[in-house]
């Protein structure tokens, strides 16, 4: 347990790098979809808090993969589900989409094949790391 909890912290500082990167790749998807100028500093910051927290939380819940007691597929739904809640949550506070049918259908869409491709290239690279391990033993 502690040995999660160490893991469980240390991805989540890991992953609040990448906060700044979500938020600049959606103010430039903002930028080709609207004329936009300029945004005010509290829009801003409250923005760059929750990609922050985007990241952190989608990283952090990323340590359930490690707790062995839980199947691969049960972790792999647990996963995606708190990310795809993760990220809608903030995308509604923040206005990066609207509470409409198109809207949030073109989000979980898109979501759900972007965690696929994520998901297939992350487990196609572990099972070649395996085989590769298992060869020279």
């Not at 040995?3 to 959606?26: E, N």
Request: proline share 3%; no cysteine.
């Amino acid at each position: 347990m502690k040995r999660f909890i160490k893991d469980f912290i240390l991805r989540g500082l890991v992953a609040s790098r990448f906060g700044p990167l979500i938020l600049v790749t959606i103010y430039y998807g903002y930028q080709l979809t609207e004329n936009v100028t300029s945004r005010p500093m509290a829009e801003i910051n409250i923005n760059i808090i929750s990609s922050l927290l985007m990241a952190l939380i989608a990283d952090i819940i990323g340590a359930i993969f490690k707790v062995e007691k839980v199947p691969l597929g049960v972790a792999t739904l647990i996963d995606a589900i708190v990310i795809y809640f993760d990220y809608l949550f903030f995308y509604l506070i923040n206005n990066w989409i609207s509470i409409m049918v198109k809207p949030l259908l073109v989000f979980t869409v898109i979501y759900i094949i972007g965690y696929t491709i994520i998901w297939l290239i992350i487990y196609k690279k572990v099972k070649s790391q395996v085989q590769k391990v298992n060869q020279r033993l």
